[in-house]
């Protein structure tokens, strides 16, 4: 059996909850609270395999309650049930240890599949979520793959390249139509984000990446 805590201060969705859960025959219902408070009170004698917690209640609402409460069971799965799509509620539950996030107004088949998918050591998230996530990987992944050159400004790129190939500044601000205190600001910008500190290691370094032919 999969043992369900309820954590939600709804005693209309806690008793309904109730009847969905129990009415399965490998799900069982074993304690309840309206709290975070109530929750952390009563729930390591419990020992539940998976506890619903609301996202807002009185008090110790769920975002609070749950790094407290992987700390107190760590083997927890701990399911948020909200009325938010609210992206941070649900970044920053993945990050506290949450194992799924569901919407209270799909909270019927869905959360049965939630619960089970939980136990099989699976994250869940609700469908009109998921693109959050997908754009936190590919954010990541950009992220991962991207170099010191591609933080330079264009104009700062623009300076750099022509510094590489030996021009002062007096003629760079000619090209550029700007100053040449302007141009040397660029320069000292850039070559700091590089963490470059002479011209020749400007070179190599541009030599290295293939960028004198940009």
Known sequence: MIRIFIADDHTVLRSGLKMLLNAQVDIEVVGEADSGQ???????DIQPDVILLDVSMPGLGGLETLPILKKKLPQTHVLMLTMHDDE???RQALRDGASGYVLKRAA???LL????????????????????????ILSETT????????????????VLIRV???????????????????VDTYRARGMEKLGLRSRAALVQYVLSHGLLAN
């Not at 109530?38 to 390591?44: I, R």
């Not at 050591?121 to 469908?127: P, Q, W």
Request: hydrophobic share 35%; charged share 30%; net charge negative.
């Open 38 to 44: 109530q929750l952390l009170a009563s729930v390591e």
């Open 108 to 110: 019927d088949s869905e």
């Open 88 to 90: 941070s509620y649900l």
């Open 164 to 182: 590489a190939r030996g021009f002062t500044s007096a003629k760079i601000a000619e090209q550029l139509n700007i100053s040449a205190k302007t």
């Open 143 to 158: 992220s991962k793959n991207s170099t010191p050159w591609d933080s330079l400004s264009e104009r700062e790129r623009e």
């Open 113 to 136: 599949s939630a619960i089970r998918a939980v136990v099989r050591g699976e994250v869940y998230v609700h469908s009109s979520l998921t693109r959050v996530l997908l754009d936190d």
